[in-house]
């Protein structure tokens, strides 16, 4: 599947289940003095999960360009950019955990209007509870409901499932969905062989579904938010790379052309070079 048919089946899929399709925003955040770039896909639509009223409406997707220079030192690595693309579906006050991963886990697995990757690659992970909220079993309860083993459902602490944009802002625990990129399938992993497998890079993060229902100040939660949000995040990249059997996006059509005269060019044959080359011109030219 080429990364176009990805970013059309994606915005289809959720325009068909009443979401509003919204154009990517600029790069340059035009009301946000707090950063310097869109680093995110909800990063526009901050005042909106705040509270505000979307004159679109409480479903929106989008896929996003965003540029994200806290990445810059691991770049070169299968699954880090400066610059990509972040697709993404948000619930503003509407629906909530149910639609939310059943959408997710619908769009991953269906063949006609989906991704049709394998159920039996898919791992999740769930917050696993702290003083800020309790552990997500309601989550889980879903993935389970949907056909995911108790024994790929893993509980996880704030470090891997609480997503925040930066130290202020909305906020919550989030839910991720890994997928296994080994040839051989890698099947039943207990916690600590997911968290090897995760390591190796065997098995990569795909998706994530934020709850985005509390508020961050200063690096602290400081309370709930006015209304239950869903924002999530995946990878136009590192779902291509899924979709075309590669172990990185550099072998895909995303990057193909711009290999190849990074090839035609230069002198470089140190791969992980060449892919800071390449990475580093996408994002040069976006923005
Ligand atoms: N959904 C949050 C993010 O990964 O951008």
């Given amino acids: 599947m080429t990364s176009d048919e990805i970013r059309r089946r994606f915005l289809s899929f959720f325009k068909a289940r009443g979401h ?5 925003a600029s790069l340059v955040p035009e009301n946000d003095p707090t950063v310097l770039f869109t680093t995110a896909g909800m990063q526009p639509l901050i005042p909106y999960l705040m509270g505000e009223q979307h004159p679109q409406g409480d479903k929106l997707v989008s896929i996003q360009k965003c540029v994200r220079t806290g990445d810059l030192e691991d770049i070169g690595d299968n699954r880090h950019f400066s610059f990509f693309e972040m697709m993404g579906n948000w619930s503003l006050g509407s629906y909530f955990k ?7 886990y619908q769009f991953l697995t269906s063949k006609s209007e989906g991704l049709g990757l394998d159920p039996n690659r898919l791992y999740v992970t769930c917050f696993e509870g702290d003083t800020n909220a309790t552990k997500d079993e309601k989550s889980a309860e879903i993935w389970f409901s949907l056909g995911i083993p108790k024994s790929r459902i893993y509980f996880l602490g704030a470090e891997d499932n609480w997503w925040s944009p930066g130290d202020s802002g909305p906020s919550g625990p989030d839910t991720e969905m890994f997928y296994d990129m080994t040839k051989k399938g890698l099947g039943d ?5 997911f968290l090897n497998a995760m390591q190796r890079e065997d098995v990569i993060e795909i998706w994530n579904d934020v709850f985005m229902e509390f508020q961050k100040k200063d690096g602290k ?12 995040g995946a990878g136009v990249e ?5 979709m075309q059997r590669k172990q990185t996006a550099y072998e895909t059509d995303l990057f193909e052309s711009i290999m190849k005269k990074i090839d035609d060019f ?5 791969m992980k070079q060449k ?4 990475d580093h011109i996408r994002t040069s030219v976006f923005l």
Avoid: C, F, Y
């Fill in 20 to 24: 509003a399709v919204l154009p990517s």
């Fill in 98 to 104: 149910d639609e939310a991963i059943t959408w997710s």
């Fill in 189 to 193: 992993l207990k916690k600590h062989e």
């Fill in 221 to 232: 939660v400081i309370g709930k938010l006015k209304q239950q949000n869903v924002d999530t």
């Fill in 238 to 242: 590192r779902i291509t790379a899924v």
């Fill in 266 to 270: 230069s002198m470089i044959d140190n």
């Fill in 275 to 278: 892919r800071i080359v390449a």
